[in-house]
């Protein structure tokens, strides 16, 4: 059993910043693929990025490629993602989640345990 707990989301204006973390329990966080995943209000989650356990393959929706960057810290049992050029359309519920698999996958029925989320908003 792996629980994953999300910080470091709040309002922010566009073209500002934020970092979110997602520290899991347990130890066998190195093996698990982790990626994150956003929903905004009425639509469907959508994977903005992930990473496979060992912090190479990353993945980077087309809408954040080149703003947001992706990474983790095995040691410490936890994964990043640092936003930069937010905009008001990255406004969402960002969700971390583990895949046993230990790779990344498009599919969210792939990953086996997920965060609480933490809101982001990016004001205009």
């Known amino acids: 059993q792996v629980q994953l707990v999300e910080s470091g989301g709040g309002l922010v204006q566009a073209g500002g910043s934020l970092r979110l973390s997602c520290a899991a329990s347990g130890r066998t966080f190195s093996s698990y693929g982790m990626g994150w995943f956003r929903q905004a209000p009425g639509k469907e989650h959508e994977l903005v990025s992930a990473?496979?356990?060992?912090?190479?393959?990353?993945y980077y929706a087309g809408s954040v490629k080149g703003r947001f960057t992706i990474s983790r810290d095995n040691a410490k049992n936890t994964v990043y993602l640092q936003m930069n050029s937010l905009k008001p359309e990255d406004t969402a519920v960002y969700y971390c989640?583990?895949?046993?698999?230990?790779?990344?996958?498009?599919?969210?029925?792939?990953?086996?345990?997920w965060g609480q989320g933490t809101q982001v908003t990016v004001s205009s």
């Open positions: 990473v496979n356990r060992y912090g190479g393959s990353a």
């Open positions: 989640a583990a895949a046993r698999i230990g790779s990344w996958s498009y599919s969210a029925a792939q990953y086996d345990y």
